[in-house]
């Protein structure tokens, strides 16, 4: 047997298992939730999703559904008052059960001839995991894992093609050249922060919130941070909009199944990057910047959100700046 074809049986082995791992925990320990809901994040590049700047190149489409809970464990609870800043305040926690696909490809996906050599490759990522939060009023933390596969059993050229197909678009050329099957792992810790002081102390319609964190795995290493501002009504002691890459959990099971709340919001992040998989072979920019505009409405239990993200280049050849639109939906029961 080949090295790719270990590569190619193990990465699939363990996106199975994983998978079965994370629902088989759920239903075991349902007896202890206290709150739940469900998440479901859909980016995409396409005109359909932001038609004042359509691109359908490089990150070009991203699902994710999440399965979000307050169980009652153990383990949890030590995590909620482990190396705290303000142990003194209550201490919410939240676990979230992921399932995701990105989709990559290169420029000119449907016409070969006018793609460059200096490119990205096509490219599928599935991943399943899990992630736990804890949270005080003014700070939240993010740790999660995320275990899958980049190769062929990302099942993402069918899932373009079928796209592609259904809403009548040129189909993608070139996917028999992906990259080939292989393990994905990463590990993230992010910090989310309501500032107090100052001029950005928060107001009865406004606030500002901090985030800052890491990556490290075989898809993606970096260091990131930035800021979000919000501009809206009952805004309470919630975290900002979600996101894929930073999820929702107790911000959306915070709030008030009876109550409403809305805002406008800006983001503003850089990275650092030391990796990132899907620009391997390419002169990778060591710092990156992206820009997200939006809106969040929640009517009692349904919350709904749109935004557009703007990337600086995120390689040297890179012949234009990417962005995408993404749609959230969320459901607390």
Known sequence: MKVGDFDRISGRNVLKKSTLFLILFTMLAGYGFSEDAVSFYLENDSRRFKPNHATDRHYTHGTKFVYLTQPDWQWLEGFSQWHFADVAQPVDTAVGFFLGQNIY?????????????????????????????????????????????????????????????????????????????????????????????????????????????????????????????????????????????????????????????????????????????????????PLVAEFQLGVAYQYKKLEVGYSQTFFTQEFEEQSGKDSFGAFTLSWKF
């Open 105 to 285: 490809t290169p420029d000119h996906a449907d016409d070969p001839p006018k793609r460059s050599d200096d490119d990205m490759v096509f490219a599928g990522w599935l991943y399943t995991g899990m992630f736990a939060q804890r949270a005080t009023d003014d700070m939240l933390d993010h740790l999660e894992l995320s275990v899958g596969v980049i190769g062929p059993s990302s099942k993402a050229k069918q899932v373009q093609k079928f796209i592609h197909d259904l809403v009548n678009s040129d189909e993608p050329i070139g996917w028999d050249e992906q990259l080939a099957d292989e393990l994905a792992v990463d590990l993230t810790l992010m910090r989310k922060q309501r500032l107090q002081g100052g001029w950005f102390a928060p107001t009865k319609s406004t606030d500002f919130i901090a985030e800052y964190g890491l990556t490290v795995g075989s898809v993606h290493r970096h260091l990131q941070a930035g800021i979000t501002a919000r501009y809206g009504f009952n805004l309470a002691n919630t975290f900002g909009p979600a996101r894929m890459a930073l999820p929702s959990g107790i911000s959306t099971l915070r709030k008030d199944k009876t109550a409403s709340c809305g805002y406008l919001f800006a983001r503003a992040t850089g990275k650092a990057v030391e990796h990132n998989r899907f620009l391997t072979g390419l002169d990778e920019e």
